[in-house]
Nanobody, 121 residues
């Protein structure tokens, strides 16, 4: 079974920084894409940033220039460095792995449990 576990959320003042980390566990051969999504209270889950195994990245327009996604393919981890945080970045942040290949088969997507990021003004 594959699991993704996030860490690093918390409370920060506007203008501050946080780093989120996500580690995938299980008998994993490879993960195609790993990324971060967020869901604010009363809102829909939205893409924040995603990176592919080959190193391609995609960011939401709202975080470009402030957030940086990175991954370690060997360790099956992905991180999100968040700088210049704004109150509107407040949300639960979820890690997602896409097309996770294991000896027992392919998992199309696996989500972490989420970590809360609160940015105070």
């Amino acid at each position: 079974q594959v699991q993704l576990v996030e860490s690093g959320g918390g409370l920060v003042q506007a203008g501050g920084s946080l780093r989120l980390s996500c580690a995938a566990s299980g008998r994993i051969s490879s993960i195609n894409a790993m990324g971060w999504y967020r869901q604010a209270a009363g809102g829909q889950r939205e893409l924040v940033a995603v990176t592919t195994r080959g190193g391609n990245t995609n960011y939401a327009d709202s975080v470009k220039g402030r957030f940086t996604v990175s991954r370690d393919n060997a360790k099956n981890t992905v991180s999100l460095q968040m700088n210049s945080l704004k109150p509107e970045d407040t949300a639960v942040y979820y890690c997602k792995g896409t097309d996770i290949l294991t000896p027992s088969g392919l998992y199309p997507e696996v989500w972490g449990q989420g970590t809360l990021v609160t940015v105070s003004s």
